[in-house]
């Protein structure tokens, strides 16, 4: 008797220990919020980076300067590589709200081969700048020429290991809330790094060499 009962009294505990919640934990909208109000917080990081570039962009220290060392040609490539990568983030949107998964991650596929390819000439360029000798601790304009774009080209490596996180997630659990949730911010972010990059293209690169 005594058994039975304690046996019925620890599965009683058992079953108040478990629980399940029946609608989706999140609020409506929660996380979208929280995500922009990280990204003004980004917004200001870049503002500052562009008021200190618009400072120091003109100090060569007698090294050289913006016209000497771009490559407009090699940028105007890298700027439409970044580009397509936001066009492409868009069609796995598409497919997104379509419900296809296989579509879904086929566009993610090309939209992190366009961010690699992006990374890669970047890296190229700042190897052919310090290969010439334009290293950051040549000028202040170098310094914040180096500092401003690679701050944008980290932001997109974090991107890139993002992305590659949430297609194995979609792969592994297809697009369920959470999954929807995170796409919709990681296209915010990439978005947000897209108009960046215009600023950078048209304030550090294309000023540059008048």
């Not at 220990?17 to 922009?36: C, D, I, Q, V």
């Not at 500052?48 to 300067?65: E, K």
């Not at 701050?151 to 992305?163: A, E, K, Q, S, Y």
């Not at 972010?189 to 960046?196: A, M, N, P, S, T």
Request: proline share 2%.
């Amino acid at each position: 008797m005594s058994d039975t009962t304690l046996h019925t009294s620890a599965a009683g505990a058992m079953a108040v220990r478990e629980y399940h919640l029946a609608h989706e934990p999140h609020p409506e909208n929660g996380t979208a919020l929280g995500f922009w109000l990280y990204l003004m917080s980004d917004c200001l990081i870049f503002a500052a980076l562009f008021a200190t570039y618009g400072v120091l962009g003109r100090s060569y220290a007698a090294g050289p300067t913006g016209a000497q060392l771009f490559d407009l040609t090699l940028v105007a490539i890298n700027t439409a590589f970044l580009l397509l990568s936001s066009i492409t983030f868009g069609f796995a949107m598409l497919r997104k709200q379509l419900g296809d998964v296989k579509g879904t991650l086929l566009w993610l596929a090309v939209t992190g081969f366009f961010g690699l390819c992006f990374l890669g000439l970047e890296l190229y360029e700042f190897y052919h700048l310090i290969h010439q000798g334009a290293t950051p601790q040549r000028s202040a304009f170098l310094s914040a020429f180096f500092t401003l774009v690679g701050t944008h080209g980290l932001h997109v490596t974090f991107g890139l290991i993002w992305l590659v996180v949430l297609m194995v997630q979609i792969s592994k659990h297809g697009l369920i809330p959470a999954n929807t949730r995170r796409l919709m911010c990681l296209s915010m972010f990439w978005h947000f790094l897209d108009v960046v990059w215009i600023g950078v293209f048209t304030f550090v690169y294309l000023m540059g060499v008048l």
